[in-house]
């Protein structure tokens, strides 16, 4: 949310949300529903944005021009890790995706993740540790079944990442 016009509309969105819930029943604590409404649109938000990141990523890799040089092979192999790299963060659980794109592509610090998400430091930390690990082996093992001189080309099995 980076322009004045963005806050407007979330704003808007949070008091329409909290009239609407307060027709259905009373609202015991006002303030920390709107807060809540608000968190969570925000993280809608973010988790929109996350995937048109990823999206983008993706599409971006078809679009990368490829000149006939001898380093043709070079490029292809970087547009293919860029692919398996994308892929791999898709499998991410959404909380740890969520966590490793703000790192990863929006440059966030660690503190800044925790106070946008309302989460510990060492939850964090948690998931971005987790997320490398997990983006790392399924680099590995994609490659590794891609490789069919490998003598230890394994079946890649999706472990689901806390």
């Known amino acids: 949310m980076s322009s004045e016009q963005d806050i407007e509309d979330i704003v808007q969105e949070v008091y329409i949300r909290a009239h609407n819930a307060e027709k259905e029943k009373a609202i015991d604590q006002p303030k920390a ?51 398996i790299y994308c892929e791999a963060i898709e499998q991410l659980p959404d909380k740890c995706k969520q966590i490793f794109l703000m ?30 690990a997990f983006c790392q082996q399924y680099i590995h093992e994609h490659r590794q079944a891609s490789n069919p001189t490998s003598s230890n080309v394994s079946e890649f099995r999706m472990r689901k990442v806390r």
């Open 103 to 132: 790192r990863k592509v929006h440059g966030l610090k660690h503190k800044e993740i925790a106070d946008k998400l309302g989460v510990s430091l060492s939850s964090v930390e948690k998931h971005l540790k987790l997320g490398g």
């Open 33 to 83: 529903f709107l807060f809540r409404i608000a968190k969570n649109l925000a993280l809608d938000e973010l988790n929109k944005k996350s995937r048109l990141v990823t999206n983008y990523l993706e599409d971006c890799i078809s679009l990368v021009p490829t000149e006939k040089t001898d380093t043709i092979e070079s490029e292809l192999e970087a547009n293919e890790a860029i692919k």
